[in-house]
T-cell receptor, first 117, second 114 residues
Framework: DTEVTQTPKHLVMGMTNKKSLKCEQH?????MYWYKQKAKKPPELMFV???????INESVPSRFSPECPNSSLLNLHLHALQPEDSALYLC????????????????FGPGTRLLVL | AQSVAQPEDQVNVAEGNPLTVKCTYS??????LFWYVQYPNRGLQFLLK??????LVKGSYGFEAEFNKSQTSFHLKKPSALVSDSALYFC????????????FGTGTLLAVQP
């Protein structure tokens, strides 16, 4: 099973709402990633978790709060977002067992398309 | 600064013709190089990867890529394009042996006409 699942597929939220994005993988991977992607642009890395610990935070605003409850699950909690945060949010995972997670093949989920009004 | 360049925003090719999507990189040390494809409203899908060894890497769906160290290039190729190959293609690189983030190119939209 090489599938990464993400829920919900679509999300519309107001600037005062609190919502969460969920990502799950059952490949035994120990590294998980959150990316933000604007239309027809490359993904921008937000966070990396390695063995359930946050290893990379790309200076993401605190209105985005990641959480890795276990090795299969990754959440992204959203609060007080801005309209410019509207984007496709992609989750990815990789084995996490090599010397550098960046050099591993990443498997991406289909994404959550977020619209902030 | 490390970077990946995809000089063409869009590549148009007729079905059945060979296709090439270009990528050059500027990464210190020995790079790991990737190609990913993104179909509309989907996540990225891994196509192939170069680590070391044979300069010609074969990947999924009949795609291959050639690593050229002297030209710092990693062009994606396919001998015969299909309409279903139409998608957004991203080249990516990372310095080998380090815990660094993947550096993506800007993407190339491949349009295959029937």
């Amino acid at each position: 099973d090489t599938e990464v699942t993400q829920t919900p597929k679509h999300l519309v939220m107001g600037m005062t709402n609190k919502k969460s994005l969920k990502c799950e993988q059952h490949m035994g991977h120990r590294a998980m990633y959150w990316y933000k992607q604007k239309a027809k642009k490359p993904p921008e890395l937000m966070f990396v978790y390695s063995y359930e610990k946050l290893s990379i935070n790309e200076s993401v605003p605190s209105r985005f709060s990641p959480e890795c409850p276990n090795s299969s699950l990754l959440n992204l909690h959203l609060h007080a977002l801005q309209p410019e945060d509207s984007a496709l949010y992609l989750c990815a995972s990789s084995r996490g067992t090599s010397g550098g997670v960046g050099q591993e093949t990443q498997y991406f989920g289909p994404g959550t398309r977020l619209l902030v009004l | 600064a490390q970077s990946v360049a995809q000089p063409e925003d869009q590549v148009n090719v007729a079905e059945g013709n060979p296709l090439t999507v270009k990528c050059t990189y500027s990464v210190s040390g020995n790079p790991y190089l990737f190609w990913y494809v993104q179909y509309p409203n989907r996540g990225l899908q891994f196509l192939l990867k170069y680590i070391t060894g044979d300069n010609l890497v074969k990947g999924s769906y009949g795609f291959e890529a050639e690593f050229n160290k002297s030209q710092t290039s990693f062009h994606l190729k396919k001998p015969s394009a299909l309409v279903s190959d139409s998608a957004l293609y991203f080249c990516a690189a990372v310095r080998g042996g380090a815990t660094n983030k993947l550096i993506f190119g800007t993407g190339t939209l491949l349009a295959v006409q029937p």
